[in-house]
């Protein structure tokens, strides 16, 4: 597809209208055009605005407490199971947004099974970020782009390195919240896996551990007063290496 095809593209993903994989195909490709990411970051900054200026309405009570009798959990009826045994069924996968947002959804309550720590936080950030218009603030694979855009928007400056040689190009970056708090997120790519890797000063969050759940990994250390938690469903021994990779580089 030519850049000129690519423009509705990248107005959707704006728009939050692209799956997870065309979005991840299209960050690929800002990664190494110019005219694309120029034009990506003009469209954010327009939504921004758009958003700050004109801001949200506030639906009236009456039309909130209508939606929400309307829309209030109903308990399902028991329904009677048949005394056989039932073959197992095969899960077929749907495409598209909404079955990507389904899945998503499903893969939050799968690893936030009422525990609210700061570890599935993460990686239920991390999910989250990975639906329509989520993933990136700013398009760019350039360390010198993506660092000074952090510049007003958190009262710390989180470091920023560019991995491509080692094999996990810089993508973007994003603001996210952890702990109650907004925080960098900057965005790797890993072959067609993403990593997300989320710092913060040391003083201004507790300690968040490190480990694997339900296919997804935390990996973390400390250094130069900031804490670092890189979280991805790539295996277990990339991610460490993309840790690894990240502390040696300048």
């Not at 199971?81 to 069924?89: E, I, Y």
């Not at 398009?139 to 400056?157: E, R």
Request: with cysteine; hydrophobic share 50%; aromatic share 6%.
């Amino acid at each position: 597809m030519t850049c000129e095809g690519r423009e509705l593209l990248i107005q959707a993903e704006v728009d939050g209208e692209l799956d997870v994989a065309s979005a991840a195909e299209l960050a690929a490709h800002i990664e190494t055009c110019p005219e694309c990411a120029a034009l990506h970051a003009q469209l954010v900054a327009l939504s921004r605005r758009l958003r700050e200026e004109i801001g949200r309405a506030e639906a009236p009570a009456a039309l909130r407490e209508t939606l929400t009798a309307r829309f209030a959990p109903i308990a399902p009826a028991p329904i009677a199971m048949p005394a056989r045994r039932l073959a197992p069924r095969r899960f077929v996968p749907v495409l598209g947004f909404a079955g990507g947002f389904a899945l998503a959804a499903a893969v939050m309550l799968a690893i936030l099974p009422g525990d609210t720590g700061l570890e599935n936080e993460l990686i239920a950030d991390h999910v989250r970020a990975l639906q329509p218009g989520h993933l990136m603030d700013v398009a760019s694979s350039d360390q010198h782009t993506v660092k000074p855009w952090f510049n007003g928007k958190l009262d710390y400056a989180p470091p920023v390195k560019d991995l491509a040689a080692a094999g996990f190009p810089l993508l973007g970056g994003r603001l996210d919240a952890v702990g109650n708090r907004t925080v960098g997120v900057m965005v790797y790519r890993s072959d067609k896996h993403l990593i997300d890797l989320f710092v913060w000063p040391a003083a201004a969050i507790g300690d968040v551990p490190t480990g694997s759940h339900d296919g997804f990994h935390v990996v973390g250390w400390s250094e130069d007063g900031m804490v670092f938690r890189a979280v991805s469903d790539v295996e277990a021994g990339k991610l460490a290496d993309f840790a690894r990779q990240w502390r040696s580089a300048s």
